[in-house]
Nanobody, 127 residues
Framework: QVQLVESGGGLVQAGDSARLSCAISGRPFNMYTMAWFRQAPGKDRDFVDFVAAIKWSGGSTVYSDSVKGRFTISLDNSRKMVYLQMNALKPEDTAKYYC?????????????????WGRGTQVTVSS
């Protein structure tokens, strides 16, 4: 099990950029897949949407179609951090963003593939 703490959310304007951070602690995580999901306003947390994922070993990434080309997920192994760089933000990106970790993830876009979750950080994009 790993512990995850997100930060970096806030209120931004459409077209702006923001970076979310996820601090990781706990068991060795070099075999984990790390991901960001988001919960849109009015949507139940059980139905969070996949945003991006990255394998700690090798660094391969995958993105949802809605953020591809605008968001970038990355790792800092020495600092034990995962980042989500968000550019060209749109009002529809408004959501609570969650960091998640999973072992032996074969379907990285599925919420059920991840065992450990942070508490989330709110991002609000004004038009």
């Amino acid at each position: 099990q790993v512990q995850l703490v997100e930060s970096g959310g806030g209120l931004v304007q459409a077209g702006d950029s923001a970076r979310l951070s996820c601090a990781i602690s706990g068991r060795p995580f070099n075999m984990y897949t790390m991901a960001w999901f988001r919960q849109a306003p009015g949507k139940d947390r059980d139905f969070v949407d996949f945003v991006a994922a990255i394998k700690w070993s090798g660094g391969s990434t995958v993105y949802s179609d809605s953020v591809k080309g605008r968001f970038t997920i990355s790792l800092d192994n020495s600092r034990k951090m995962v980042y989500l760089q968000m550019n060209a933000l749109k009002p529809e990106d408004t959501a609570k963003y969650y960091c998640a970790a999973g072992l032996e993830v074969t379907r990285p876009k599925l919420r059920s593939a991840y065992d450990d979750w942070g508490r989330g950080t709110q991002v609000t994009v004004s038009s």
